[in-house]
């Protein structure tokens, strides 16, 4: 794994660390990447909530450590240098005042800060001097999973050419929203590929799912139930599933799992739906964007949820407000300024297989863009494909990158 600084840290001093929010997604992926990128530290705190409190967790390797999980609400942040934070909007909002009047440094990953005046939003890659004004609350503030590779496209070319406009769909995978969305997929993809297989069983004895002697006529819509497709799609909301979202902690989005059934299926919605009909999401992305750029960069955005489980994908149409347009090619050299940007935009111009999709970045440290091309329809503006892990790049990496400017610099 390539995890090239482009700054020192001194690994002779060592730092107390708190993970809050050590038993979800974001949370483990962050406990993995204290280990992998070789952080100075002397103990790592895991912390949850009472319902986890106790829970033994493997850490590292060689041989593993173990770490028990302790308690938010009874946790002592004096003896902590630096916590990062992946316990949603409501918590950290009580919390994390808390550890910082402890005199430890917080990185939250919650939205509840993000728009704060005081508190600095920070992508590492991008603008890591407003570091400095963790000072004034002794919180930095993590930003969006989209805007966070987002940012690392858009500022190499905001500062060369400027940038007018964006207009992007995203399709974000369950993993956004937390470990019960990742089950919630898994449990509804399970249990309709069983009910059909059982309901063309029972209606065709002799039914071969061999691709070989794959028949379409077993799949009309003469053997195809709606009705009891509809009911088993409400089952996979399951008793356990409603009963673990009173407690809810991972995500900022809304309570409760998904607002629907995800598997075959796409939501036009991550967030809440606000009075205008824009989402929460969708809100947060323009204005996190225009915070970290210092920009008032006109952003529109339509946030969709899709049945994959890690890596988010974005399909941005970006207008500059250079009179003279770049070609695609020179576009591409702004874009790999930032060695966090890998692109895999073709010299000869050969698209039709050279992109990147979700499953090509898992548990990969990079943002992947491709499908970069001409917009036709606006001679400003041109089209662009961008992916990354929402766990790695999104949410743990650039924490784990705030905290290592953070020692290197200002501790």
């Not at 940038?163 to 089950?183: D, E, F, H, M, P």
């Not at 249990?191 to 002799?206: A, G, K, R, S, V």
């Not at 009075?275 to 210092?294: V, W």
Request: include cysteine; charged fraction near 25%; charge should be negative.
């Amino acid at each position: 794994m390539n995890y090239d600084r482009d700054y020192d840290i001194n690994e002779s001093k060592k730092y107390n660390i708190a993970i809050v929010g050590a038993t979800g997604a974001v949370g483990a992926t962050l406990l993995y990447l204290l280990i992998e990128r070789s952080f100075p530290f002397d103990n790592v705190y895991a912390v949850a909530s009472s319902r986890s409190a106790g829970t033994k967790l493997n850490f590292g390797y060689d041989p593993p450590m173990e770490l028990i999980v302790e308690d938010l609400e009874t946790f002592s942040f004096e003896k902590v240098d630096i916590a990062i934070f992946s316990i949603g909007s409501k918590l950290s909002s009580e919390y994390a005042p808390k550890a910082a009047l402890a005199g430890c440094i917080v990185i939250d990953n919650s939205s509840y800060w993000r728009m704060n005046d005081d508190i600095p939003l920070v992508v590492a890659s991008v603008n890591s001097e407003c570091i400095s004004q963790y000072k004034n609350k002794y919180i930095i503030s993590n930003p969006n999973c989209i805007v966070a590779p987002l940012v690392d496209v858009l500022h190499p070319l905001n500062k060369i050419y400027g940038v007018k406009r964006i207009i992007l769909s995203t399709y974000q995978s369950v993993s956004g929203k937390g470990n019960r969305a990742i089950r919630q997929l898994f449990e509804e993809t399970r249990d309709d590929i069983t009910q059909n297989y059982e309901e063309n069983l029972n209606n065709n004895d002799d039914i071969n799912y061999d691709e070989n002697n794959f028949n379409q006529e077993n799949y009309d819509e003469n053997n195809f139930n709606q009705e009891n497709y509809n009911e088993n799609c409400k089952k996979t909301s399951n008793k356990k599933i409603e009963e673990e979202n009173e407690n809810y902690e991972e995500s900022d989005e809304f309570s409760g799992v998904l607002p629907h059934k995800i598997a075959f299926n796409v939501i036009p919605q991550v967030g809440e739906i606000l009075s205008d009909g824009e989402t929460e999401e969708e809100e947060k992305i323009r204005n996190e964007i225009q915070k970290i750029l210092c920009s008032q960069i006109g952003i529109s955005a339509t946030c969709v949820r899709v049945p994959v489980f890690f890596g988010h994908s974005i399909a941005a149409n970006i207008e500059l407000s250079v009179e003279n347009i770049p070609s695609i090619d020179e576009i591409a050299d702004v874009i790999k300024n930032n060695k966090d940007v890998i692109i895999s935009h073709d010299i000869d111009h050969n698209y039709s297989t050279n992109y990147i999709m979700p499953i090509d970045c898992v548990s990969l440290p990079f943002v992947y863009v491709s499908r970069l091309r001409p917009d036709y329809s606006n001679s400003k503006a041109f089209n662009i494909w961008i992916v990354s892990d929402n766990l790695y790049k999104g949410a743990a990496l650039n924490a784990l990158q705030i905290a290592e400017k953070l020692i290197t610099t200002h501790l």
